[in-house]
């Protein structure tokens, strides 16, 4: 089976600019999670996804939004970039009756 | 909430050392608990993860962890750690809800 896959692998935007990620999950997988990584923060949750319905969210502000699509297929979008959200993106599948989750190779996004 | 705690922000070791990684979390109920880890310039695989049964899980790589209800905690062991094994180990558990809930990751340098 193919892995979670991310695209674009990275990103150089400026401030004020948007940006939409997106994750194709493990065929078969219903579940889509968001992280972000940093050096000081570590992981942290944005939010999960289970058959199109947002179910989980972490404590990010409302510039953080994402979807998901009838083909479990996610998006994720930052509006009104802050130099601090420069970070590595993850995204992670998991089955609909487990919680062990199977993450991509994240999206790298720098802020200017 | 639930938060986890990584205490180990960073070890040192030479190559046949044991390991142990310390792995506290707070939330009183039912949690199934993970250990990833990422390895220089890959993406976080899952080592092994307990949801119930025997509190002494094996995992990949000769690594293993064990539950202690009463502590809390979950820590991560491997008897003897070669070079191979530097990376950056994450602790993770999810309680009630579909969140993944991090610590704040484990730096393990292993030197030959």
């Known amino acids: 089976k193919a892995g979670v896959t991310q695209t674009p692998r990275y990103l150089i935007k400026t401030r004020g600019q948007q940006v939409t990620l997106s994750c194709s999950p493990i065929?078969?997988?219903?579940?889509v999670s968001w992280y972000q990584q940093t050096p000081g923060q570590g992981l942290q949750f944005l939010f999960e996804y289970f058959s199109e319905t947002q179910r989980n969210k972490g404590n990010f502000p409302g510039r953080f939004s994402g979807r998901q699509f009838s083909n479990s297929r996610s998006e994720m979008n930052v509006s009104t970039l802050e130099l601090g959200d420069s970070a590595l993106y993850l995204c992670?599948?998991?089955?609909?009756?487990?919680?062990?989750?199977?993450f991509g190779p994240g999206t790298r996004l720098t802020v200017t | 909430a639930q938060s986890v705690s990584q205490h180990n922000h960073h070890v040192i070791l030479s190559e046949a050392a044991s390991l142990e990684l310390g792995c506290n979390y707070s939330y009183g109920g039912t949690v199934n608990l993970f250990w990833y880890v990422q390895y220089p310039g890959q993406h976080l695989q899952l080592l092994l993860k307990?949801?119930?049964?025997?509190?002494l899980v094996k995992g990949i790589k000769g690594f293993e962890a064990e539950f202690i209800k009463s502590k809390f905690s979950f820590n991560l062991r491997k008897p003897s750690v070669q070079w191979s094994d530097t990376a950056e180990y994450f602790c993770?558990?999810?309680?009630?809800?579909?969140?993944?809930?991090f610590g704040t990751g484990t730096r393990l340098q292993v030197f030959p």
């Open positions: 307990y949801f119930s049964g025997d509190p």
């Open positions: 993770a558990v999810n309680g009630n809800t579909d969140k993944l809930i």
């Open positions: 992670a599948s998991s089955p609909q009756a487990t919680y062990e989750q199977y």
């Open positions: 065929s078969g997988h219903r579940s």
